[in-house]
T-cell receptor
Framework: DGGITQSPKYLFRKEGQNVTLSCEQN?????MYWYRQDPGQGLRLIYY???????QKGDIAEGYSVSREKKESFPLTVTSAQKNPTAFYLC??????????????FGEGSRLTVL | AQSVAQPEDQVNVAEGNPLTVKCTYS??????LFWYVQYPNRGLQFLLK??????LVKGSYGFEAEFNKSQTSFHLKKPSALVSDSALYFC???????????FGRGTQLTVWP
């Protein structure tokens, strides 16, 4: 079945540690996105990538880093510079916007808790 | 700049009654509008979208949405609510730059048996 796989589902981290969240898709989509979800704040865009080896900052990129070495993979690293990393992280993908209506397909999310 | 507003944090409705979850938008140009649903600790699932054409859009699970250009609204509706419809609902609008979506803050729908 085609879809987006995020791992791990739950992750605990000590302060000062970096952590990497995995996102893999087999939908053959060109564009991939990382959103952060906090209660009552909706979804905020962290980073997005429209093509391999290229990505752009979203609205809240500080303290995060990404890479896009393969079309199907878009890992997110939460660095120790992120002041409040405890959140629910959602990865999504879509067909490249040109000629597409913009619908996103989401993974099941990763919940990060900093102890 | 593109944005959506969901004026209600919570909506409560009895099972079998009609439900409405409100959304208003601000966008330059023609709007591409979306509704998504999220169950606890899960990702977002696509419900429906408005691109062009009929103002009444039908989607998954019996939901529909009415696009109103003059009121810049895109309210989600269902004629008869189910307890299983209880979830968090997000309205979103497509931006003009690179196709990214802008999401509202979400509305928690609770359907009472």
């Amino acid at each position: 079945d085609g879809g987006i796989t995020q791992s791990p589902k739950y992750l605990f981290r000590k302060e000062g540690q970096n952590v990497t969240l995995s996102c893999e898709q087999n939908l053959n989509h060109d564009a991939m996105y990382w959103y952060r979800q906090d209660p009552g704040q909706g979804l905020r865009l962290i980073y997005y990538s429209q093509i391999v080896n290229d990505f752009q900052k979203g609205d809240i990129a500080e303290g995060y880093s990404v890479s896009r070495e393969k079309k199907e993979s878009f890992p997110l690293t939460v660095t120790s510079a992120q002041k409040n990393p405890t959140a629910f992280y959602l990865c999504a993908s879509s067909i490249v916007p040109q000629g597409n209506t913009g619908e996103l397909f989401f993974g099941e999310g990763s919940r990060l808790t900093v102890l | 700049a593109q944005s959506v507003a969901q004026p209600e944090d919570q909506v409560n409705v009895a099972e079998g009654n009609p439900l409405t979850v409100k959304c208003t938008y601000s966008v330059s140009g023609n709007p591409y509008l979306f509704w998504y649903v999220q169950y606890p600790n899960r990702g977002l699932q696509f419900l429906l979208k408005y691109i062009t054409g009929d103002n009444l859009v039908k989607g998954s699970y019996g939901f529909e949405a009415e696009f109103n250009k003059s009121q810049t609204s895109f309210h989600l509706k269902k004629p008869s609510a189910l307890v299983s419809d209880s979830a968090l609902y997000f309205c979103a609008v497509r931006g003009s730059t690179l196709g990214r979506l802008y999401f509202g803050r979400g509305t928690q729908l609770t359907v009472w048996p």
